[in-house]
Nanobody, 116 residues
């Protein structure tokens, strides 16, 4: 079955960095686009970034453009989110998501907290 497992969250000071990982299994990872979303307390889940199956094209929400980088390693079935220059408003649970045969799949999420 399709599984997505996020890791790499934690507590970091403003201006710091975190690298999130999402390990995928149960499907042909290399042929599907992957995305990161986040949900802050009391807010709706929002899209953060997307990467195409081969990694050749990426897209970002305006709020993270220039600070976050999405990448993937198809040999390791893993997608990453490098988060730099973190701000308190980046505090959220971060989820990876994909569609396999038009069915959406989500990971369980990893908490990133930006606070001094």
């Amino acid at each position: 079955q399709v599984q997505l497992v996020e890791s790499g969250g934690g507590l970091v000071q403003p201006g710091g960095s975190l690298r999130l990982s999402c390990a995928a299994s149960g499907f042909d990872f290399s042929i599907y686009a992957m995305a990161w979303y986040r949900q802050a307390p009391g807010k709706q889940r929002e899209w953060v970034a997307t990467i195409t199956s081969g990694g050749g094209s990426t897209a970002y929400a305006d709020s993270v453009k220039g600070r976050f980088t999405i990448s993937r390693d198809n040999a390791k079935n893993t997608v990453y989110l490098q988060m730099n220059s973190l701000k308190p408003e980046d505090t959220a649970v971060y989820y990876c998501r994909t569609f396999v045969r038009d069915i959406p799949y989500w990971g369980q999420g990893t908490q990133a907290t930006v606070s001094s």
